[in-house]
């Protein structure tokens, strides 16, 4: 290729602004804007993520900089109830911190892990549904089974197995500066599952199809037929799979935290909040537990509508 048809190529390519322009005119954006209640759950979405993205610029204090905590501030109320103070919106917690500031790093470290978790369980599950319908046999069967047998228990219950065995396996001081890696492991083995299975039902009818079949004609290795010609098109499912999955993560991660057995205190995400402030709810001191929870509730509901929107959205059969 010369190097005026190169710098034409370069010239027909659509800039960022231009596919930001066609993402928003496509007719998945057009489906949104006509589902209303999706639409506020996208915006609820999208707003909780930046200001998670954003807490350690926008939060008013630093909680974990002992400088900035007075324990003569402990238990205070909201700003706008009889003794509360203007700097502490939210009121603060047993420990004096402002609740605001360590709800958005809460809600920040709660997204991180569930985002790391599903991520991680996606790669396992997608990978694992690959190679079982593409090989079949014994080995599809084997992990069908293993399937099977981890779907009979609870996603939470493996998770909080899991993470019992990390805890006891590995020494003390590395779990507590491993914390977070542990649990967004553990939620990962509990997830991968729902992925295997889904992936392993569309590679199978994938496989089926003429262009799969004309690529192992033509000598096409069994690598690249999965990577170049299956896997583009079972990525869907995948995703909306993922966007579902995000609001369990978020619930099982609160939940193991809320036992005791997440994320340490001193990183304390949202279910740690909970828990907290569950010890201090029916002393009068409500709001402790009261706003850790809303948070925790708008999150994983506007996350659950959006996934059940765009997984009925992308199903041709409902269309």
Known sequence: MSSLDASAARKSRPGPAALVVAFLRSEIMQDLRRDKLAMIAAIVTLALVLIALLAPLIAPFDPYDLRQVDLLDSMLPPAWAEGGQAKYLLGTDDQGRDLLSTLLLGLRLSLVVALASVTLSMAVGVSIGLIAGFLRGPLDAIVMRIADIQLSFPALLIAFLADGIARAALPHHVVAEM???????????AGWVQYARTIRGVTLVECDKDYVQAARLSGTSTLKIALKHVLPNVAGPSLVLATVQIATAIVTESTLSYLGVGVPATEPSLGTLVRIGNDYLFSGSWWVAV??????V??????????????????????
């Not at 914390?179 to 939620?187: A, D, K, M």
């Not at 706003?291 to 925790?296: A, D, I, K, N, S």
């Open 291 to 296: 706003f850790p929870g809303l948070t925790l």
């Open 179 to 189: 914390s977070v890696v542990v649990i967004v492991c553990s939620i990962a083995l």
């Open 298 to 319: 708008a999150i994983v509901f506007a996350t659950n509508l959006l996934g059940d929107w765009l997984r009925d959205a992308t199903n041709p059969r409902l269309g």
